[in-house]
């Protein structure tokens, strides 16, 4: 499989033993980086696109690539990636956070989900792993159009949702119970009333490391609930579902130091980033350790079933 860092706050471009094994493609995006972390302007996104498109060499997709973007602040470029893919798939996403906020005026980390779910090649979402912002303040953001209907499908991580209008939605928590890990038998279950769907279309996975402990990933953000070995047992069972057929995936969540630029960035950082104590050397080793099993697990995905031996 092909694989990118869109590097556009050094977060991923420090991981060495990660670029020598990948011969990951570098593109150098770091004048953006300031510009666009945590929010920009329509216009300013669709400035940032141009510019990926122009270092990539195209605005399309032919092939699977994995693309490692840096920083959760980033999670709106997942949309830029979607915009490129060509043909009807399926997105799983494995994130802390909804990401689905709509009537807000910015690209922003936390709506770019809302805006994919626009997009006429998009079958249907999964929603894995979430744990804050679903059902508190944020909720009457949330596209209930899409998640009555079931375009949306949402698994929180440990515990269902609260409040009247989740009553009305469809959901369970991926843990039976929140100390119990995720066994691959719950998940099947879980899954069986989609795998038609899975199925149908290739898949296209966004994951944020926020939504793995603290002691798997080093984020920006507050840390989820999940392990690595449930991150992989939902991939295996996800793209199993979609007989192998990889659309793409990218990673985000891999801690950098802010830098921003613009007073709405700087508020941003100051208002919705926590305070954190973080060693950067101990978090480019820990970042890169799932980085490397990621793409380890995903070098055989995207080909043809009948050439692929399964990732141990």
């Known amino acids: 499989m092909r694989t990118r860092i869109l590097d556009l706050d050094g977060g991923v471009r420090r991981q060495v033993t990660l670029l020598r094994r990948t011969r990951a493609e570098v593109v150098p995006l770091g004048e953006w980086g300031p510009w666009i972390r945590l ?32 920083s959760g602040d980033f999670h709106h470029v997942s949309l830029a990636l979607l915009r490129r893919l060509r043909g009807p798939f399926n997105l799983l996403v494995l994130d802390k956070h909804p990401d689905w906020m709509r009537g807000v005026p910015l690209m922003h980390c936390g709506t770019w989900l809302w805006h994919a779910a626009q997009l006429p090649g998009l079958q249907r979402i999964y929603h894995l792993g979430g744990a804050m912002d679903f059902d ?76 793995l402990t603290a002691q798997d990933a080093a984020v920006n953000w507050d ?30 969540g891999d801690w950098s130091p802010i830098r921003v630029n613009g007073w709405l960035r700087r508020f941003l950082d100051w208002t919705e980033h926590p305070t954190l104590q973080v060693e950067p050397n101990e978090a480019t080793r820990r970042n890169e350790a799932m980085n490397l099993r990621l793409y380890e697990r995903l070098s055989f995905a995207g080909l043809p079933t009948r050439q692929l031996t399964r990732a141990a």
């Open 39 to 70: 929010a920009c302007s329509h216009g300013a996104f669709a400035r940032f696109e141009a510019r990926l498109a122009q270092l990539t060499g195209d605005n399309r997709e032919f092939e699977p690539c994995l693309n490692f973007v840096g």
């Open 223 to 252: 840390s989820g609930y999940l392990r690595a070995p449930e991150i992989f047992t939902i991939l295996d069972t996800f793209l199993d579902a979609a007989n192998e057929r990889l659309a793409g995936m990218d990673v985000v």
């Open 136 to 211: 508190n303040a944020y909720r009457w953001l949330a596209p209930w159009p899409l998640l009555r209907s079931g375009k949306l499908v949402v698994a929180p991580a440990i515990h269902g949702l609260r409040g009247r209008w989740w009553k009305k939605i469809r959901h369970s928590p991926l843990r039976r119970s929140p100390e119990r890990p995720l066994a691959p038998a719950d998940l099947e279950d879980w899954l069986a009333p989609h795998r038609a769907d899975l199925a149908s279309w290739p898949l296209y996975v966004s994951l944020d490391k926020d939504v």
